[in-house]
């Protein structure tokens, strides 16, 4: 237990609020090109062969790639209870919505080509549009409500109250960041078409990516000219505690600060880095699009999510959900993770699993790679 006591309790906080990061952003990752495909599939492809070339492009993989989503899920609820409780509660129908679209993933990848009816499988083709369209959506516009504050308070014995709507959550600057998040998931999406199709597809998506890479840009630019104009940051106005209690009602919080968002910018010049990675990112993918690059362009626009979901958790440090209604109950990284031992455990677990996690991606990658062609799929018994 000598490292238990080495480690502090705040930085074992830090340390969870960079994995929670982390797991993000491998969920955006990999999962994330599945989105984009499931979004492009109708556009993309226009006869039955071409979509089912489409569809095992992710076929093998998608499982695999929503780990990320589960592990980000546990790690909310163990190291982050209080955020959990907020946001499962708050965004319960949005994440219903979100869970019932990629529910239809799984079953349109097993029930489209049962029957050879044209209408049959054109309507599961819609519903894997529904199922990389409506989660890419959902996630995005999450993240504009918190930008924003959420509407929420907790009581003195802690149990949370959310005061919001599901209506509520579909604003305009929510609205937005949901369009900036399907859009880069479109980049990403098409992107990786172009590496593992040929001919026509890869050709429609790369005009398609590069098109969802020009407005990732103009839309991430919008989204921070916003902020820095229009939406109020908050900033903890109470001194900051040494390893303080996880009751997030001990401190004070001043909300509308002018673009409070982009002091972190001001004090810690190194976290430009965020945006600029998500700027330079997107349009290394661009490039890499128009000049016919593939595994590299695949890679700029993975780091171009990296640089825009880092942007956001460089931008609210140390707040991870703030409140709009009642100041002192917004989360942040130090008042709202679970317990020291629990937080060092988990950590333990996290060394141990991530590793393995990642090598057998890896494995799983190398072993799929390579192009898939139309006579892989009429040819091949274990094609979608």
Same mark, same amino acid.
């Not at 708050?90 to 349109?108: E, T």
């Not at 579909?170 to 998931?185: D, E, K, R, W, Y």
């Not at 362009?297 to 959900?321: D, E, H, K, R, W």
């Given at each position: 237990?000598?490292?238990?006591?080495?480690?502090?309790?705040?930085?074992?906080?830090?340390?969870?609020?960079?994995l929670?990061?982390?797991?993000?952003?491998g969920?955006?990752?990999?999962?994330?090109?599945?989105?984009?495909?499931?979004?492009?599939?109708?556009?993309?492809?226009?006869?039955?062969?071409?979509?089912?070339?489409?569809?095992?492009?992710?076929?093998?993989?998608?499982?695999?790639?929503?780990?990320w989503?589960?592990?980000?899920g546990?790690?909310?609820?163990?190291?982050?209870p209080?955020?959990?409780?907020?946001s499962?509660?708050g965004?319960?129908?949005?994440?219903f919505?979100a869970?019932?679209?990629?529910i239809l993933?799984?079953?349109?990848?097993?029930?489209r080509?049962?029957?050879?009816?044209?209408?049959?499988?054109a309507?599961?083709d819609?519903?894997?549009?529904i199922?990389?369209?409506?989660?890419s959506?959902?996630?995005?516009?999450?993240i504009?409500?918190?930008?924003?504050?959420?509407?929420?308070?907790?009581?003195?014995?802690?149990?949370?109250?959310?005061?919001?709507?599901? #209506? &509520?959550? =579909?604003?305009?600057?929510? +609205?937005?960041? %949901?369009?900036?998040?399907?859009?880069? *998931?479109?980049?990403? !999406?098409?992107?990786?078409?172009?590496?593992?199709?040929?001919?026509?597809?890869?050709?429609?998506?790369?005009?398609?990516?590069?098109?969802?890479?020009?407005?990732?840009?103009?839309?991430?630019? #919008? &989204?921070? =000219?916003?902020i820095?104009? +229009?939406?109020? %940051?908050?900033?903890?106005?109470?001194? *900051?505690?040494?390893? !303080?209690?996880s009751?997030p009602?001990?401190?004070?919080?001043?909300?509308?600060?002018?673009?409070?968002?982009?002091?972190n910018y001001?004090?810690?010049?190194?976290?430009?880095?965020?945006?600029?990675l998500?700027f330079?990112?997107?349009?290394?993918?661009?490039? %890499?699009l128009?000049?016919?690059?593939?595994?590299?362009?695949?890679i700029?626009?993975?780091l171009?999510?990296?640089g825009?979901?880092?942007?956001?958790?460089?931008?609210?440090?140390?707040?991870?959900?703030?409140?709009?209604t009642?100041l002192?109950?917004?989360?942040?990284?130090?008042?709202?993770s679970?317990?020291?031992?629990?937080?060092f455990?988990?950590?333990?677990?996290?060394v141990?699993f991530?590793?393995?996690?990642?090598?057998?991606?890896?494995?799983?990658?190398?072993?799929?790679?390579?192009?898939v062609?139309?006579?892989d799929?009429?040819?091949?018994?274990?094609?979608?």
């Amino acid at each position: 237990m000598i490292l238990h006591t080495l480690l502090d309790y705040d930085v074992l906080r830090v340390i969870w609020w960079l994995l929670l990061g982390v797991l993000l952003i491998g969920f955006a990752v990999t999962d994330g090109f599945d989105l984009g495909v499931g979004t492009l599939l109708p556009f993309v492809a226009r006869e039955d062969v071409e979509r089912r070339v489409v569809i095992n492009t992710i076929g093998p993989i998608w499982e695999g790639n929503q780990v990320w989503l589960v592990l980000g899920g546990g790690a909310i609820f163990a190291a982050w209870p209080h955020i959990y409780a907020m946001s499962f509660s708050g965004f319960y129908l949005a994440m219903f919505a979100a869970l019932f679209a990629l529910i239809l993933r799984p079953v349109g990848f097993k029930y489209r080509s049962k029957k050879e009816s044209p209408a049959w499988r054109a309507t599961w083709d819609w519903c894997l549009f529904i199922g990389g369209f409506v989660p890419s959506l959902i996630f995005g516009v999450a993240i504009g409500n918190v930008l924003q504050g959420v509407p929420f308070h907790f009581t003195p014995d802690m149990r949370m109250i959310y005061e919001g709507s599901f #209506l &509520a959550l =579909l604003n305009p600057f929510a +609205l937005l960041c %949901g369009l900036v998040s399907v859009a880069m *998931l479109v980049m990403h !999406g098409g992107a990786w078409l172009t590496v593992r199709t040929e001919g026509a597809v890869a050709e429609r998506s790369r005009a398609f990516a590069s098109l969802a890479a020009i407005v990732t840009v103009v839309l991430y630019a #919008l &989204a921070g =000219l916003l902020i820095w104009k +229009l939406v109020g %940051g908050y900033a903890w106005t109470s001194p *900051l505690p040494e390893n !303080g209690p996880s009751n997030p009602l001990m401190k004070t919080v001043q909300s509308g600060v002018a673009a409070g968002w982009l002091n972190n910018y001001a004090a810690h010049p190194w976290t430009l880095a965020a945006p600029v990675l998500g700027f330079a990112g997107t349009l290394l993918a661009l490039v %890499g699009l128009r000049a016919r690059w593939q595994g590299p362009t695949v890679i700029f626009s993975g780091l171009g999510i990296a640089g825009i979901i880092l942007s956001v958790g460089a931008s609210m440090f140390p707040f991870i959900v703030p409140s709009s209604t009642h100041l002192a109950s917004a989360l942040t990284v130090w008042d709202a993770s679970s317990s020291h031992l629990t937080l060092f455990i988990m950590l333990v677990c996290a060394v141990i699993f991530v590793p393995l996690i990642l090598i057998y991606t890896a494995w799983v990658y190398s072993v799929i790679w390579g192009k898939v062609r139309p006579q892989d799929i009429t040819h091949g018994d274990h094609a979608y």
